[in-house]
């Protein structure tokens, strides 16, 4: 792999986030980027390797910034925390309070979030045909935030949050009650799973609950049926525990691979400047999954 990032066309990107180790996303965009003839190289800055708190988001951005780095991917727990040192948003990263994606360009860092764009064509062809009149989520943090924003725009008539955060989930109903209608979204308290799903047509979990470093379900088994749809933003591992008492229940469920993939086609496409092929870069991760 070439080194020499400070060379026009070459691209040096990295991914923040806290237990990230299993992540797929290097691969992913490195493999892609060779078959289009790019030089790059994508690097894992983990929290907890580097032994920092989310609190030392900022420096990790400026250190980034001097090191030449085209841009950066951040996840988990730093979607919310990173905005304060930015220079610029996208408008859908405004709405949303929350970036997975910071591009440093022209002597500035901009915030922008493919989360929600990627969970958008995962739904559509994930779940195509599923009932969306209503639909519950589980988690208003930043993956919630482009969940719940994908769900709207796709023509969801009806999203229920549930946080453990009462003044987070009202938050994001407030900015996107906003946008798209305040009748279109609702919060109630995390432990009113059964109330909520009473009625519900699908049901999207966007938590850390599942990850390799947090494993458990977030969602009392009991409460799937066959009725309900399950989606997951978690993708590593691919089969949460959720996902299994979900297929075990008779559900039509999504997994979070495929968001995983489109957001990663709309960051590259950010990062370079080059459209990547969205369906190489899914047989790459689908190949990448199994060999784990």
Same mark, same amino acid.
């Given at each position: 792999?070439?080194?020499?990032?400070?060379?026009?066309?070459?691209?040096?990107i990295?991914?923040?986030? *806290?237990?990230?180790?299993?992540?797929?996303?290097?691969?992913?965009?490195?493999?892609?980027?060779?078959?289009?003839?790019?030089r790059?190289?994508?690097?894992?800055?983990?929290?907890?390797?580097l032994?920092v708190?989310?609190?030392?988001?900022?420096?990790?951005?400026?250190?980034?910034?001097l090191?030449?780095?085209?841009?950066?991917?951040v996840?988990?727990?730093?979607?919310? *925390?990173?905005?304060?040192?930015?220079d610029?948003?996208?408008?859908?990263?405004?709405?949303?309070?929350?970036v997975?994606?910071?591009?440093?360009?022209?002597?500035?860092?901009v915030?922008?979030?493919?989360? *929600?764009?990627?969970?958008?064509?995962?739904?559509?062809?994930?779940?195509?045909?599923a009932?969306?009149?209503?639909?519950?989520?589980?988690?208003?943090?930043?993956?919630?935030?482009?969940?719940?924003?994908a769900?709207l725009?796709?023509?969801?008539?009806?999203?229920?949050?549930?946080?453990l955060?009462?003044?987070?989930?009202?938050?994001?109903?407030?900015?996107?009650?906003?946008?798209?209608?305040?009748?279109?979204?609702?919060a109630?308290?995390?432990?009113?799973?059964?109330?909520?799903l009473?009625?519900?047509?699908?049901?999207?979990?966007?938590?850390?609950?599942?990850?390799?470093?947090?494993?458990?379900?977030a969602?009392?088994?009991?409460?799937?049926?066959?009725?309900?749809?399950?989606?997951e933003?978690?993708?590593f591992?691919?089969?949460?525990?959720?996902?299994?008492a979900?297929?075990?229940?008779?559900?039509?469920?999504?997994?979070?691979?495929?968001?995983?993939?489109?957001?990663?086609?709309?960051?590259?496409?950010?990062?370079?400047?080059?459209?990547?092929?969205?369906?190489?870069?899914?047989?790459?991760?689908?190949?990448?999954?199994?060999?784990?």
């Amino acid at each position: 792999m070439p080194t020499d990032f400070g060379a026009p066309g070459a691209h040096l990107i990295g991914l923040v986030g *806290a237990g990230i180790g299993p992540s797929l996303s290097p691969a992913l965009h490195e493999r892609e980027a060779h078959e289009l003839g790019l030089r790059y190289q994508y690097r894992r800055l983990d929290l907890l390797e580097l032994g920092v708190g989310p609190d030392r988001i900022g420096d990790l951005l400026a250190a980034a910034r001097l090191t030449g780095y085209t841009g950066l991917n951040v996840t988990h727990p730093v979607k919310q *925390a990173v905005i304060a040192h930015l220079d610029a948003l996208s408008e859908e990263a405004a709405v949303l309070g929350a970036v997975n994606t910071v591009l440093f360009k022209g002597g500035k860092a901009v915030g922008y979030n493919t989360d *929600a764009s990627g969970f958008a064509r995962s739904a559509m062809g994930g779940l195509a045909g599923a009932r969306l009149d209503r639909v519950v989520l589980l988690g208003a943090g930043g993956a919630g935030a482009a969940v719940a924003h994908a769900l709207l725009g796709i023509g969801a008539g009806h999203v229920h949050v549930l946080d453990l955060d009462a003044h987070r989930s009202a938050r994001l109903v407030d900015a996107l009650g906003a946008h798209f209608g305040r009748e279109r979204i609702t919060a109630g308290p995390a432990g009113g799973f059964a109330a909520a799903l009473e009625g519900a047509d699908g049901l999207v979990h966007a938590t850390p609950t599942g990850m390799a470093a947090h494993p458990g379900t977030a969602v009392p088994p009991e409460l799937l049926h066959p009725g309900l749809w399950v989606a997951e933003v978690v993708y590593f591992p691919l089969e949460t525990e959720l996902l299994a008492a979900a297929r075990a229940a008779g559900c039509r469920v999504l997994d979070g691979g495929r968001m995983a993939v489109y957001q990663a086609v709309d960051s590259f496409r950010l990062f370079t400047g080059t459209e990547p092929d969205a369906d190489r870069m899914l047989r790459h991760f689908d190949a990448l999954a199994a060999a784990r």
